[in-house]
C-alpha cells in the first residue's frame, strides 16, 4: 500500500482546503488544423474556466503542430480539471503545466504609442532606454515603442507612459517554455 | 488496394467496411448523393423517420442495446440543428454514434446560403469530436477514424459534416486499417496493476464496502457485468448501481441494493453514506448521486475506476484511482482476488450486511395501492410481471415514469435498459425503442413512457408503423408533467405553472391515426389483462395507462441534502422540506 492512502476518511475534506486560486501558464501541443483555437477556448468558456491570455502559432510546420500558451487563474483542483479537458480534446497531443513543472521563461511584446512634446519627449525617451524598449515608429509628436518581457515589466512600462502621454498599446499574450534540456 | 470513388459511393463504402447495417437518417438537398448512393445498394438499410432528433435517439438505443456504432445521416441546415439535442444526449451518456451531416458546397460556405448552418462550430461542445470535410482526399480517413473514435474510450458522439460537391468527387478510397493509430488520441484502458492491487488490498480489509457501479460497465460490454457479477459473488458485497448501469447486476440477486442517488433506495443510500470502502466502478459522481456533495459518504476510501482520467476528482476526490476500461480493471481484480481467497468476506463482513438488512426493511419502495386507480407503480410491476422470464428491453423517457421504471422494474441483463440519464431528454424513449427494435427485430422492446414526454416525439411511432417494429409504448398518463409538477409541490407552494397537460391527444385515437393500435386502461382490475393484449398484439402499440395524477416519486434525496437525509414514501408534507440553498439547485 502507498503511504499516501489513507486506510479510512475521505480524501474530500483533506484536500478541500486548498481553494486558493493560483495563476498557471499551461502550454498545449496541438494538431495545427482549423477549429483547434475554437476548440480550446470553447472548453473554456463551457466549463467556465477563465483565461488570462492565449497565444497561438504554428511551431513544427513539418507536423504541422501549433503550441498554445495559456494563462489561468484557477484553484489547483480546478487547474487538474482544465489540464485533463483540454487532453480530452482529440487534436491536443500534450498539456504541460509548465508553473507547476517549474518556473518558466515568460515573455510577452508589446506594442506602445505615446504622443507628446518638449520636456515629456525626452522624458518618454529615457525612460525607454532604462526598459530596453525601441523605437520601432517616430514622428514629430510621438513614438512606438517595442518593448520584451515579463508581464510584470511590460506592466510597469505601460503604467510609467500614462502620464507622459499613453495613447495605445497591443500585446502579444505570454509565450512561456520551461527551462534547461528537456523539450515538451 | 484503392479505387476511384465519388465522396458519396465512399460514405456507403466506408460504412459497409465498419459494419454498418442500419443508418437513421433523413434525406435532404445537401445530402442527396449520400442518399443516392445508399439506393443503389442493399447491404445498409436505411430508416427513414419524421424528425432528426428521432433519428439520434434511435442511433443511441441502436448503440446501446447492441454495443455498436449508431449511425445517423441527416442534412445541412435544420437538419443538423434537429439533430443537436440526440448528439448532446449521446455525448452526456457516453454513446457512440456516427453521424453524417450534409453540408452545401465549399465554395459556398460562409456565404449564409441556403439550409446552410456552421454545423462543425454548433456540433463541437456537444460531440467527442467532429470535421468538416473539405478534401475527398481526407474523406474515407476520416470515416474510418470518426468510428474509432467514437466506440473508443469513453465512447462518444462524433460529427461528419460532408459539402455536396466533396460528396460528388470522385477519389481514392482506402479500406479501414486493421488497428487505427492515431496521433494524440491513444486511450488507455488496462489499469495500473499497482493501483488495483492497492484496491484489493483496501478490499480484503473493508468493514463496510460497497459497490457503486455505472454505465462504463454497460459500455465495457457483456464480459464487464459478468465479471462485475463474478467479484460481487467471490468478495460477497453488496452491489448498488446508477441508472445508467442499471442490468450490470441482476436486481434478483440478493446482494442487489436498488438503484442509488436521488430516488434510489433506503439501503442503497445509507450503504453509500455509511460505507468505509466505496467501490466506483464506471460512473462520475454525478450530482444526481452524490446529493449534498460536502456530506457525501464522509468516512469512506473512495476507490475510482473510470476510464476518462477527467472524471477522477472532477465532483468527489478519490482516494485511489484507477484509470482503465472496467472490464479488464475487473478481470484483474477477480485474478487477484482468487490469489488470495477464494471465500467471500460474508462472514467477516456480517454486522455492515445486516445492517443494510435493517435499512432494506424499511422498504422505501413501498407503496399505498388502490383498487379504485391506477398506481404508476402498481402498474410498473404488472407490466414486469407480465414480461417476466422473457428477453425484454425498456426504454423510458423522461421523468416520474422513468425512475418508477428504475426503481420497480428489475433489470437482469446489460444492455436492457435505454434511457436519457446525463441531459434528460424528454422525448427519447419512444425513438429509442424503434432504434432498439431495428437491432433485435424479434425482442419485446417497451417504452415506459409519460404523456408529456411521449408528446415530444410521437411522431416516429409512423416510423414504426412504416418498418414494421413492433414496439410496445406504455404511457403512465397522468395529465401532468409528474417531475415538474412533483418540485412545484415541494419548492413553489404547490402552484402548478404549466405542469398540466391540458389538451391531451386521445392516444387511442392518435395510435389508429397512424395505423397502429391503441390501448387504454383505467382500472387496475383490468390492467393485467390489458397489458396482456399490449403484448400480444403484434404491432406497434400505444398504451394509455391513465394513473393516479398526483403521486409522487418517492424515496427522495431533496436537492441540497445528504444521503441519510432521504424523504420516504410516509412522509405527509413534503413541501417545507427544502431549505432555500437547496432551492436554487435543480
Not at chain 2, 467527442?128 to 474510418?144: E, G, W
Not at chain 2, 459500455?219 to 457479477?229: D, F, I, T, V
Not at chain 2, 419502495?365 to 428477453?391: C, M
Request: aromatic share 6%; charged share 20%.
Amino acid at each position: 500500500m502507498s503511504p499516501n492512502l489513507r486506510p479510512s476518511g475521505s480524501a474530500y475534506f483533506l484536500t478541500a482546503v486548498s481553494n486558493k486560486k493560483e495563476r498557471h501558464t499551461l502550454s498545449v501541443l496541438v494538431d495545427n488544423e482549423p477549429g483547434i483555437l475554437a476548440r480550446i477556448a470553447g472548453l473554456f468558456s463551457a466549463r467556465g474556466y477563465n483565461i488570462e491570455s492565449l497565444t497561438v502559432s504554428e511551431t513544427e510546420h513539418e507536423q504541422g503542430l501549433s503550441r498554445i500558451t495559456v494563462v489561468t487563474v484557477a484553484s489547483p483542483k480546478v487547474l487538474q480539471q482544465i489540464k485533463l479537458q483540454l487532453e480530452r480534446l482529440i487534436p491536443v497531443h500534450r498539456v504541460h503545466d509548465l508553473t507547476a513543472e517549474g518556473n518558466p521563461l515568460e515573455r510577452e511584446l508589446a506594442l506602445v504609442k505615446v504622443a507628446g512634446e518638449g520636456e515629456n519627449r525626452v522624458e518618454t525617451l529615457r525612460l525607454a532606454e532604462a526598459f530596453r524598449a525601441k523605437v520601432v515608429d517616430a514622428s514629430t509628436s510621438s513614438f512606438v515603442f517595442e518593448i520584451t518581457g515579463k508581464t510584470s515589466k511590460i506592466e510597469q512600462f505601460i503604467s510609467l507612459m500614462v502620464p507622459l502621454g499613453l495613447v495605445e498599446v497591443v500585446r502579444t499574450g505570454l509565450a512561456a517554455i520551461s527551462r534547461g534540456p528537456e523539450g515538451m | 488496394m484503392s479505387q476511384k470513388l465519388t465522396g458519396a459511393e465512399m460514405v456507403v463504402e466506408a460504412l459497409k467496411d465498419n459494419g454498418v447495417e442500419h443508418v437513421f437518417g433523413y434525406p435532404g438537398g445537401a445530402v442527396l448523393p449520400i442518399y443516392d448512393a445508399l439506393f443503389q445498394q442493399e447491404d445498409v438499410e436505411h430508416i427513414l423517420v419524421r424528425h432528426e432528433q428521432g433519428a439520434t435517439h434511435m442511433a443511441e438505443g441502436y448503440a446501446r442495446s447492441t454495443g455498436r456504432v449508431g449511425v445517423v445521416l441527416v442534412t445541412s441546415g435544420p437538419g443538423a440543428t434537429n439533430a443537436v439535442t440526440g448528439l448532446t444526449d449521446a455525448l452526456l451518456d457516453s454513446i457512440p454514434l456516427v453521424c453524417i451531416t450534409g453540408q452545401v458546397p465549399t465554395s459556398l460556405i460562409g456565404s449564409d446560403a441556403f439550409q446552410e448552418c456552421d454545423t462543425v462550430g454548433i456540433t463541437r461542445n456537444c460531440t467527442k469530436h467532429n470535421y468538416l470535410v473539405k478534401n475527398i482526399r481526407d474523406l474515407a480517413r476520416v470515416i474510418h477514424e470518426a468510428f474509432y473514435i467514437a466506440a473508443s474510450g469513453r465512447p462518444g458522439p462524433v460529427v461528419i459534416d460532408i459539402p455536396k460537391d466533396v460528396q460528388f468527387a470522385l477519389g481514392e478510397y482506402t479500406r479501414p486499417a486493421a488497428a487505427i493509430q492515431h496521433q494524440s488520441y491513444s486511450p488507455r484502458t488496462e489499469g495500473d496493476l499497482g493501483a488495483i492491487e492497492e484496491a484489493i488490498e483496501l478490499m480484503s480489509r473493508a468493514e463496510r464496502p460497497v459497490f457503486y457501479t455505472g454505465g462504463g460497465i454497460i459500455n465495457s460490454g457483456p464480459r464487464a457485468s459478468e465479471l462485475l457479477r463474478e467479484l460481487a459473488d467471490l468478495t460477497g458485497f453488496p452491489v448498488t448501481s446508477t441508472l445508467m448501469g442499471l442490468g450490470a447486476f441482476p436486481a434478483s440477486d440478493e446482494k442487489w441494493l436498488g438503484m442509488l442517488g436521488m430516488h434510489g433506495t433506503y439501503e442503497a443510500n445509507m450503504a453509500m453514506h455509511d460505507c468505509d470502502l466505496m467501490l466506483n466502478i464506471g460512473a462520475r459522481f454525478d450530482d444526481r448521486i452524490t446529493g449534498r456533495i460536502d456530506a457525501f459518504s464522509p468516512n469512506s476510501t473512495k476507490v475510482h475506476v473510470d476510464i476518462d482520467p477527467s472524471s477522477i476528482n472532477k465532483n468527489v476526490d478519490a482516494d485511489l484511482a484507477i484509470i482503465g476500461d472496467c472490464g479488464h480493471v475487473l478481470e484483474e481484480m477477480v485474478r487477484l482476488w482468487r490469489t488470495r481467497t477464494n471465500a467471500p468476506r460474508t462472514g467477516e463482513i456480517k454486522p455492515w450486511l445486516e445492517k443494510i438488512e435493517q435499512w432494506r426493511a424499511i422498504n422505501s419502495l413501498h407503496y399505498k395501492n388502490s383498487t379504485k386507480v391506477i398506481k404508476p407503480q402498481f402498474a410498473i410491476e404488472r407490466l414486469a410481471e407480465a414480461v417476466r422470464g422473457r428477453d425484454v428491453y425498456i426504454t423510458t423517457e423522461v421523468g416520474q415514469h422513468q425512475m418508477w421504471a428504475a426503481q420497480y422494474f428489475p433489470f437482469e441483463k446489460p444492455n436492457r435498459f435505454m434511457t436519457s440519464g446525463g441531459l434528460g431528454t424528454m422525448g427519447y424513449g419512444l425513438p429509442a425503442a424503434v432504434g432498439v427494435q431495428v437491432a433485435h427485430r424479434d425482442a419485446l422492446v417497451i417504452d415506459i413512457a409519460g404523456e408529456a414526454s411521449v408528446q415530444m416525439t410521437c411522431q416516429e411511432f409512423s416510423t414504426a408503423i412504416q418498418f414494421r417494429l413492433p414496439i410496445k409504448v406504455f404511457i403512465l398518463n397522468n395529465e401532468y408533467m409528474g417531475m415538474v409538477r412533483q418540485w412545484q409541490e415541494l419548492l413553489h407552494g404547490s402552484r402548478y405553472a404549466h405542469s398540466y397537460s391540458e389538451s391531451l391527444p386521445d392516444f387511442v385515437k392518435l395510435a389508429e391515426a397512424m395505423g397502429g393500435r391503441g390501448i387504454r386502461c383505467e382500472d387496475p382490475a383490468l390492467l393485467d389483462e390489458a397489458i396482456g393484449e399490449m403484448l400480444e398484439h403484434d404491432g406497434p402499440v400505444l398504451f394509455d395507462c391513465r394513473v393516479e395524477k398526483q403521486e409522487n416519486c418517492l424515496p427522495m434525496i431533496p436537492s441540497g441534502k445528504a444521503h441519510n437525509e432521504m424523504i420516504l414514501p410516509d412522509t405527509a408534507n413534503i413541501s417545507d422540506i427544502i431549505d432555500e440553498k437547496g432551492k436554487v439547485l435543480v
